[in-house]
């Protein structure tokens, strides 16, 4: 249902674009991207609802990352810019329906019902 791509190695400063294609009704979801480094837990990056109206970042992000659609492509788009050596992870898109438990818990895993299988993103410095 959800197939993440556009991890790699990168230098602290520089930028990398995530994708997540999305097959089925799993578009029409509110998505949402989240990142597990190693000995972590999985832990939230950013989020958009259906309409792609709202979204909503972890602070540490903030300024630095977009979440967006390519509707064309049913896509969800993670552009992420000056790119710190904490951001080193796998990433990971989930698709969840939006409903009140979803804007109420969208920080957390749990009203996520479909999740892609992660792409590695490295920065060195």
């Known amino acids: 249902q959800l197939q993440a791509s556009g991890g790699g190695l990168v230098q602290a400063g520089g930028s990398l674009r995530l994708s997540c294609a999305a097959s089925?009704?799993?578009?029409?979801?509110?998505m949402g991207w989240f990142r597990q480094a190693p000995g972590n837990e999985r832990e939230f990056v950013a989020a958009?609802?259906?309409?792609?109206?709202?979204?909503y970042y972890t602070d540490s992000v903030k300024g630095r990352f977009t979440i967006s659609r390519d509707n064309a492509k049913n896509t969800v788009i993670l552009q992420m810019n000056s790119l710190k050596p904490e951001d080193t992870a796998v990433y990971f898109c989930?698709?969840?329906?939006?409903?009140?438990?979803?804007?109420?818990?969208?920080?957390?895993?749990?009203?996520?019902?479909?999740w892609g299988q992660g792409t590695l993103v490295t920065v060195s410095s």
């Open positions: 989930a698709a969840g329906l939006e409903t009140s438990d979803w804007y109420s818990y969208k920080y957390r895993t749990t009203p996520y019902d479909f």
């Open positions: 958009m609802s259906k309409s792609a109206r709202n979204t």
């Open positions: 089925g009704r799993t578009f029409s979801y509110a």
